[in-house]
């Protein structure tokens, strides 16, 4: 099996982003997701062009284990944190416009 991409999702805006054209499987087959309690929890509904509301529903995603969720209130900011933190990821960083 190839090793994944790490995938670090930091902003609620980038899931509703890959929810809206129901990318999730895609993304989920190519990376290994991480991202904190508090974007799982903001990204699970959304609105279309249209105005519709929608929901993401990542549960059975998290269930899976294809998306693991951290809470990141409960990460204590030191030296050893960020360098283990950091360890973890590429330096790349995507932007959305």
């Known amino acids: 099996m190839a090793k994944k991409f790490r995938l670090l999702l930091l902003d609620a805006k980038m899931v509703v982003e890959i929810s809206r054209p129901g990318l999730w499987d895609q993304v989920v087959a190519g990376c290994e997701i991480q991202l904190a309690q508090?974007?799982?929890?903001?990204?699970?509904?959304?609105?279309?062009?249209?105005?519709?509301?929608?929901?993401?529903?990542?549960?059975?995603?998290?269930a899976a284990k294809s998306i693991s969720a951290f809470d990141a209130q409960r990460m204590r900011?030191?030296?050893?944190?960020?360098?283990?933190?950091?360890?973890r990821f590429r330096p790349a960083v995507l932007r959305t416009a």
């Open 38 to 62: 508090a974007v799982l929890e903001d990204s699970q509904f959304f609105d279309d062009d249209q105005g519709e509301g929608h929901d993401s529903d990542l549960a059975p995603y998290v």
């Open 77 to 87: 900011p030191d030296a050893g944190a960020v360098a283990w933190f950091s360890s």
